[in-house]
T-cell receptor
Framework: QKEVEQNSGPLSVPEGAIASLNCTYS??????FFWYRQYSGKSPELIMF????GDKEDGRFTAQLNKASQYVSLLIRDSQPSDSATYLC??????????FGQGTTLQVKP | EAGVVQSPRYKIIEKKQPVAFWCNPI?????LYWYRQNLGQGPELLIR????????DSQLPKDRFSAERLKGVDSTLKIQPAELGDSAVYLC?????????????FGEGSWLTVV
């Protein structure tokens, strides 16, 4: 079992729809959770982080964390073609180590 | 403020040749990371430094890879000799403190092709 798992996709949604990206992790001691966006040929850039159970909203993005289920998700409202990228889930623990999932490719079609 | 700077951006070498990558983290960031990212995969940690000390190098293939961070600022990652399977993007990142509670910022990466 991988430590951080994501569906590689591609996930295809029409422009203006809600895109839902999911991630599960295996270490119950994990403390911090991050979503990075990576455009083709570019380095990852941070979108959001979440530490506590529940939802955290930032503009069109909402991160959701459920530690009991070891599940974290990212919702993108009003998806735009410019949102087309690979989204990486990353999980960190008390050791300071950040573990990435393999990423989910999102395609937003006009 | 300047971000994480890496060089070279691209490198093509023949197998068995050596290669080195350089990284300058964001000013004031004590923690420095080297990640390797293969095509279609997420970044995988190779080594993490707290100042000059390598605190996590469990994933670094020590038979051919080496890294150093002299004076706790710039860092160099070396591969000698390179193998075909080393073709990947080598990402340097930095953060103010160990990742927990602080976000890490990536450089643009060094793209290595071994032929």
């Amino acid at each position: 079992q991988k430590e951080v798992e994501q569906n590689s996709g591609p996930l295809s949604v029409p422009e203006g729809a809600i895109a839902s990206l999911n991630c599960t992790y295996s270490d119950r001691g994990s403390q911090s959770f991050f979503w990075y966006r990576q455009y083709s040929g570019k380095s990852p850039e941070l979108i959001m982080f979440i530490y506590s159970n529940g939802d955290k909203e930032d503009g069109r993005f909402t991160a959701q964390l459920n530690k009991a289920s070891q599940y974290v998700s990212l919702l993108i409202r009003d998806s735009q073609p410019s949102d087309s990228a690979t989204y990486l889930c990353a999980v960190g623990g008390y050791t300071g180590k950040l573990i990435f999932g393999q990423g989910t490719t999102l395609q937003v079609k006009p | 403020e300047a971000g994480v700077v890496q060089s070279p951006r691209y490198k093509i070498i023949e197998k068995k040749q050596p290669v080195a990558f350089w990284c300058n983290p964001i000013s004031g960031h004590n923690t420095l990371y080297w990640y390797r990212q293969n095509l279609g995969q997420g970044p995988e940690l190779l080594i993490r430094y707290e100042n000059e000390e390598a605190v996590d190098d469990s994933q670094l293939p020590k038979d051919r890879f080496s890294a150093e961070r002299l004076k706790g600022v710039d860092s160099t990652l070396k591969i000698q000799p390179a193998e075909l399977g080393d073709s990947a993007v080598y990402l340097c990142a930095s953060s103010l403190e160990p990742m927990t509670g602080n976000t890490i910022y990536f450089g643009e990466g060094s793209w290595l092709t071994v032929v």
